[in-house]
């Protein structure tokens, strides 16, 4: 029994991938040139030491590798970097989606309340951060103003080690809420209506339908949200060079900081590479991961 | 670019040579620059000097290491004194010495102070150009009401230790200090400590740092001390957030630099002094390092356009010129004529504190110390530095921080 | 339901003012003047716009908007353009080695930026793109975010519309053009305005590309307010923070006009 | 046991009016069937009783209360969607118990009732499914479950067996029926389908364009039409009309035919009525001949299809009939079957209702 | 006009297989429905005509071509789901001339032909809505005109007519078939109505758990059912069945009535079956007494129920008849219209097919 003739399933293979690599060549080629190749480059020099100009003198295999993995300072960024997206991603997408949730409701004016919500998408980093130094300067900034009006004393927000990394987060997760809220009501706005009208009838709670209805069929909005939010938390730059340039004692020193420093600072290029390709490696399995083990829960329509 | 075409300088629509000018300066200071570029261009017709900012001196170093050698790179490029070294060993720069003896430039006009920092062997590699130094500043209001002489500032570090104690109060510390390596450097130079080795890297590549001896020492004791004794308020890294301390009066005293000094006046609703840099008591005041930034000419441009670059560094050089740029902005003269011009002494009547910076600069003996250090990895170094400092506040000793400060330098030294 | 209603209210109405609280504050401090800043206070006790007058002296801020907004709508439309055909292709056309291509576009997410500046700047430079607007805006358009996004948004379209234009023999394109993007138009508006304000925020690499004045955006020109050393005139940098984030503020609302409907509802049975 | 009224309800999309005054009381446990032509209103009725949709104007009362402003899940009542509204991230069995909780049961009394509607609508083999993985019947059965477990007093029922085949359909009909009148469920049911609407409601509502045409239990709709519109809609095929106008021996069609219809009225011109299957093949008495323009053989009957007064009039003989297009047939209707409408429409009630209704029952 | 040819078609979802080698030749230009119950696989196997969903083995043929590999647009023809799929944000009049352009049509003859086929269903009001705005049967129309304006000469329909009320659906019934005349259309039908596939098809295919029970003529399936579930689903209300064991005198239930079919054969137990509407009032021959369960009286017929050989037993009778529950009926069945059905459920022919066939019409 013939279950097609081969022929014309070849063909219509070959013109599907045919036209899938037309509908996907202006990206490819742009990624090749702006990414692709620098990041091919940038895995050449983390093999070599170079002049404080970049350019490659000697060759010493992994040596910037190994070099990394004992280096006490390469461990305290890592660790900033995974407390850093430890307490910005989750607090983000939670707090967006409350805020989401509210601006859902069918209400009037909401469509004021909905662009304040995402009002700090349309900051730049260099604009928020330069108002949260602010706030959190810790002798004419808000807190330390409202601390010290109820009694307690001022805390160095920035400067203590204790507090440093949880303000630079906090900062962040402001930053961050704009675009979260506004990709989770997008999502929240696609899920069919009629589906809570059933749920409306059956009587069950707001809450009961939020997490039997809402969250599943927003699922895939959520998934995306976190992989984007993981993959920005890991590359975050912008605050920490801004707010606390890594210190103090490196609590802020983000992989990412760290990797501006030794490249733009310290003119160490071949080990400045060697820990983007290490971050980009990290990421890329994070990623990787969460696509196996996530995704499969997430329901597509 | 292929070597053999020679590069073609560029001309403006009215046949001006373009000499582009890659700048740091932001804010105020900018403005200050431009009028001056303004009337550089006013002044004569061959010429058309372009400033162009290029963001923080980091920045523009980065891209500048791009182009460099390229036709995008610029004619004249600001770099910050930590760069010297970078610069020079960039192999794309024009030492200026080189116009100085084509035109046997008498030097003698400009401070030698400043221009020591950016000689190597006797050459004069770049022309210093917004320079400043640290200065003590502090509140005449907040000593009057501790009962210290307001005209009296503490010179010494147990004077300072002394004041600061008076001043601290419930909501008002002694004492302050930015995290950042240029100040430690000056407090280890005005007590003629050195750096580094050869001579702060003069006479030759320095191979080891060694601001971890005695003098390092006196300074990180002092800040661990009074840290200690709560009289010293950390505030970071961040030039604004030590200048808001001051001016809310959460701290009394602190190190400024000369060229922050008007705008402090200006903002705060208080009377403020300025006085030198402290030493420890027993030691020999030896000044400060000079410290800004000065104007590199690039290398593979055009013979007429480095006449220009060469010329608009002349210009700028002019007592006239720097007389209104001390004004305008508080960077020092390189040209000491320039602070006999009437505009400077009216501006000192206002503004009594710059000419303190001006003296101390002055009274500076010259010397490796005060040279100031030359390496190329200075940036690391003071990045070193300043988390040494943090662990101070952390609860480390004062000798291990410095001696890991140390050690780091120096590992970048040999790389 | 009014007793909830009001109680939505009251959370929206806490939840706007605590996130517009840094906003609003930066918008105060840039009615002071430069002593009044320094003092803390979280009001101007004499208001005045003198700051917004000087943000415009200092540099030329007609010039930096107008670049602004050329290259934020260029590399808008490039991006909408170029991840819609990506995402199009990964959700409606079956090919081998689709998921990988997908994860490999997902990859280019996680290289650092830092990584690729100077490289891109030197490309740049060999195509003599400097100070050109395709400089500051070509090496955007590729966005794996944007793919990534319209992917997830393209799956929730009923497969059924997608067949039955295969049946009526409409062809791949049109049936892109004329139904997945209009049908989309929710995902395509987050996306436009996720593309305008990331571009319009853009900071290092405008610096790095452009050599004159001419050619800059608005974000240098902030960088070109604050000064290191010498101390900052906050209450001008707030003015301008607030004049640049005014156009955002903008399309940010008229986005929300489009985002109000939910689109693909009733779209089957 | 929920009584349910309208007073003078009405609902408007922006401009269009699309309910204009309802005035019903459908009472407690009364089986309500909801009828009428497609894009009348049924589905929006439905869904402002079930508080899904707001109410433009009127009063609304459930038990007596106004009812405009509670909360869908405070009415007390299942509703199955027209367009099913599963959630489809849910299997079967989650979809059919969930909100069950609400009404306090526990997991194990969940999965039992669950088990026995899927038991009912033959869905037990696909509780681990989730709706796109079933057909479009089994997914409206799915949405029938799910009203049917909630055992709620009032259930609102949109079109719920469009999608099944008449066997199935007719297995519903009277699982529903039965399951109405065991727990004395107060139905509305809307549908498309008379045979339904017939079979199973106590009473009909018959709507167009917003607006009640006739209610009444299901004969007297069929058979004491209230309008020429209900008579046109309800049976299948419809009933056939022609213009008449009165003549000394009876009333005569355009085409010179005359029709004595057991009416008496004042009215000189008309509309007569009469049912396809109330013609019958003439055996003595012959109300008209007629020459076959069609003719469809069912398997259990015959449609003829003729001309009379410019009107295509159908009629339905039982049984499978060997007749050929043109040939003529003769035709009977008694007198008492054919009903009258005035120039609006509206019915002619008989002078003698009461031996009208005596010989209603006929054979 | 096209043929298709199915040849051992056959398909899984995963493990499942829910079509089981299907061959059938659809002639050009017939009008060729397909019934089955909910789920048997009436809409996949649609769907693998139109290429949207893949073969898992055997081959289709369109006008004698394998088709198996070809694209949708490829295969030439038009199709109604049963979802509908209207492009949401396109107005009723983009939908239906949507994709017209790809037949060479101009603008204006676009336009025309929307505006006709809108007429025709009813849906020039609405031509300038969304679907979103419009009612369930509102947008199934829309769905019709978008797959009759392209004039392909396949045309394949996925209950089509589910949502419309009785009288549109009635009207579009004819109006799909003379179209399906005129334009000389493959028709594939699908429908759980059996009204529409018993007078719409040139032929009829039951389906039942992907397997094909009977193809024929209607009538063919109404009066010969091959087996007993073709009996017990062509109809409403079903064949009555009852297992009988022959007899000398004929065959008898367990309940010990008696019956004689008109099939000879040799099996000793077989299944009877008798049709609703072919059980009678008895005039002079009485075939049974039966005491009544239950009784529905419709409009134009009376629906009784009662038990034989502990089935439930439902006869017509024409007419509203007055009888009560409990009451004892006598009926007559004539022998001819007596099936006979053996152990597998497989249909006995008649041992005298010439003299059945004479004897099939019947009054
Ligand atoms: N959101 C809406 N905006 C405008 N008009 C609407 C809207 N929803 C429904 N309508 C119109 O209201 C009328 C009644 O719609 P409804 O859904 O109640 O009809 P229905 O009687 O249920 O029809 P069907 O039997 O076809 O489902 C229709 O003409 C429809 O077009
Ligand atoms: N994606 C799927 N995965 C698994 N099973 C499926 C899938 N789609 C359909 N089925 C099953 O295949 C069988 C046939 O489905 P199909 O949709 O063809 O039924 P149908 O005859 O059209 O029924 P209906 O009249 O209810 O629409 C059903 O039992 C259904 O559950
Ligand atoms: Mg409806
Ligand atoms: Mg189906």
Known sequence: MTIALPREKVRARLSDAASGLLYLSPSIILFGVFLVYPLLRTMYLSFFRTDTQGTPLEFVGIGHYSN?????????????????????????????????????????????????????????????????????????????RFLEAIGASGVQWLLDPQYALLSVSLATVWMNIGFTFLILLGGLQNIDRTLYESADIAGTSYWTQLRAITIPMLSPTLFFVGIISLINAFQTFGQIDLLTKGGPTNATNVIVYAIYKDAFINYNVGSASAQAVLLFIAVLLLTWLQFKLVERKVHYQ | GSEEAAPVAATTEDGKTEVVFWHAMSGDLETALNTQVDAFNASQDDYEVKPVFQGTYEEALTKFNAVAGSEDAPAIMQTFEVGTKYMIDSNKITPVQEFIDKENFD????????????????????????????????????????????????????????????????????????????????????????????????????????????????????????????????????????????????????????????????????????????????ADRQGVVIGGASLWMGDGIAEETKEGAWEFMKYVSSTETQAQWHVDTGYFAINPDAYNEPIVEEMWVTYPQLKVTVDQLSETKPSPATQGALISTFPQSRLSVANAIESLYQGVSAEDALKRAAEETTTTLVQ | ????????????????????????????????????????????????????????????????????????????????????????????????????????????????????????????????????????????????????????????????????????????????????????????????????????????????????????????????MQSNEVASDWGVVMAAVILIIIPTLLLLFAGQKHLQEGLTQGAIK | MKTIQLQQLTKSFGETEVI?????????????????????????????????????????????????????????????????????????????????????????????????????LGLTDYLKRKPRELSGGQRQRVALARAI??????????????????????????????????????????????????????????????????????????????????????????????????????????????????????????????????????????????????????????????????????????????????????????????????????RIEPKHPKLFEALEVFQ
Request: glycine letters at 8%.
């Open chain 1, 68 to 144: 990394l993995f004992t280096s006490v300072a390469f461990w305290q960024s890592i660790q900033a970097t995974v407390g850093f997206v430890l307490l910005t991603v989750p607090l983000t997408i939670l707090i967006a989606l409350g805020l989401a949730l509210l601006a859902n409701e069918k209400l009037k004016g909401i469509g004021i309340f909905r662009t304040a919500f995402s009002a700090t998408m349309g900051m730049s980093v260099a604009a928020s951060s330069v108002i949260w130094m602010f706030i959190y300067n810790p002798s004419i900034g808000i807190f330390n």
């Open chain 4, 149 to 346: 477990v909630t055992e709620a007093p009032i259930c609102l029922m949109d079109e719920p067996l469009s999608n099944l085949d008449a066997k199935l359909r007719a297995k519903m009909r009277s699982e529903i029926r039965q399951l109405q009148r065991k727990l004395g469920l107060t139905m509305i049911y809307v549908t498309h389908d008379q045979v339904e609407a017939m079979t199973m409601a106590d009473r009909i509502m018959l709507l167009n364009e917003g607006e009640v045409q006739q209610v009444g239990k299901p004969l007297d709709l069929y058979n004491k039409p209230a309008n020429t519109f209900v008579a046109s809609f309800i049976g299948s095929p419809p009933m056939n009309l022609a213009e008449v106008t009165r003549q000394e021996k009876g009333w005569m069609a355009s085409d010179g035919r005359m029709f004595h219809p057991n009416a008496m009225t004042d009215v000189s011109a008309a509309t007569l009525g009469v049912r396809p299957e109330q013609i019958k093949p003439a055996n003595e008495d012959v109300t008209f001949y007629a020459e076959l323009k069609n003719i469809e053989v069912l398997g259990t009957e015959t449609i003829l299809a003729f001309d009379v007064g410019g009107n295509e009039w159908l009629a339905k003989w039982p049984g499978q009939w060997p007749l050929n297009v043109g040939e003529k047939v003769a035709c009977y209707v008694e007198p008492k079957q054919m009903s009258l409408f005035d120039a609006d429409g509206q």
């Open chain 4, 20 to 120: 204009r005054g309802i005035d019903v009381t459908i009472e407690a446990g009364e089986f309500f069937a909801l009828v009428g032509p497609s894009g009348c209103g049924k589905s929006t009725m439905l869904r402002m009783i079930a508080g899904l949709e707001s109410i433009t104007s009127g009063t609304l009362r459930i038990d007596g209360v106004a009812a405009n402003g509670m909360k869908p899940s405070e009415r007390h009542l299942s509703m199955v969607f027209q367009n099913y509204a599963l959630y489809p991230h849910m299997t079967v069995e989650k979809n059919i118990t969930f909100g069950l909780h609400t009404k306090g049961l526990t997991k194990l009394e969940q999965r039992e009732r669950c088990l026995m509607a899927a038991d009912t």
């Open chain 3, 1 to 224: 339901m009014r007793l909830r209603n009001v109680g939505v209210y009251v959370l929206l109405v806490l939840s706007a003012v605590v996130m517009l609280f840094p906003i609003a504050y930066a918008f105060s401090i840039s009615l002071m003047d430069g002593k009044e800043v320094l003092q803390g206070h979280l009001l101007p006790r004499d208001p005045s716009f003198e700051n917004y007058v000087g943000a415009f002296e200092r540099i030329p801020m007609m010039t930096y908007l107008v670049n602004s907004l050329i290259v934020a709508l260029l590399v808008m439309v490039g991006q909408v353009v170029l991840s819609s055909l990506a995402a199009f292709a990964f959700v409606f056309i079956d090919f081998k080695g689709k998921g990988l291509i997908f994860m490999l576009f997902l990859a280019t997410m996680m290289v650092p930026w830092e990584a690729t500046m100077v490289p891109n700047f030197l490309t740049i430079q060999s195509l003599g793109w400097l100070n050109t607007v395709w400089g500051l805006s070509v090496p955007f358009f590729a966005l794996a975010f944007g793919t990534f996004l319209l992917r997830q948004q393209f799956k929730t379209i009923p497969y059924e519309m997608y067949e039955a234009s295969q049946i009526a023999g409409i062809s791949r394109f049109r049936f892109f053009w004329n139904v997945v993007m209009p049908v989309s138009k929710t995902p395509l508006v987050t996306l436009s305005v996720y593309s305008f304000l990331t571009t319009w925020n853009m900071y290092l690499w405008p610096l790095l590309v452009t050599n004159t004045e001419q050619a800059r955006t608005v974000q240098i020109g902030i960088k070109q």
């Open chain 2, 107 to 282: 030097t003698s006009v400009w401070e030698e102070n400043i221009l020591s920092y950016y000689q190597v062997d006797g050459k004069q590699y770049s022309m210093p150009f917004n320079s400043s130094t640290p200065v003590l500043i502090y509140n005449k209001d907040a000593f009057k009401e501790a009962g210290l002489d307001p005209e009296k500032a503490p010179r010494t570090y147990d004077e300072l230790k002394e004041a600061a104690k008076k001043l601290t109060t419930d909501d008002q510390t002694g004492f302050t200090m930015l995290n950042y390596g240029w100040f430690f450097e000056q407090l280890v130079a005005a007590q003629g400590g050195l750096y580094v080795d050869n001579d702060n890297g003069r006479s030759g590549n320095p191979t080891k740092a060694v601001f971890d001896g005695e003098e390092g020492q006196n300074a990180f004791n002092l800040i661990k001390e009074m840290y200690d004794e709560e009289t010293f308020l950390n505030v970071g890294q961040n030039w604004d957030d030590m200048h808001a301390a001051f001016q809310s009066g959460k701290v009394a005293m602190y190190l400024d630099s000369s060229a922050g000094i008007r705008t402090v006046a200006d903002n705060a609703d208080f009377e403020i002094g300025a006085s030198y840099l402290p030493v420890p008591n027993e």
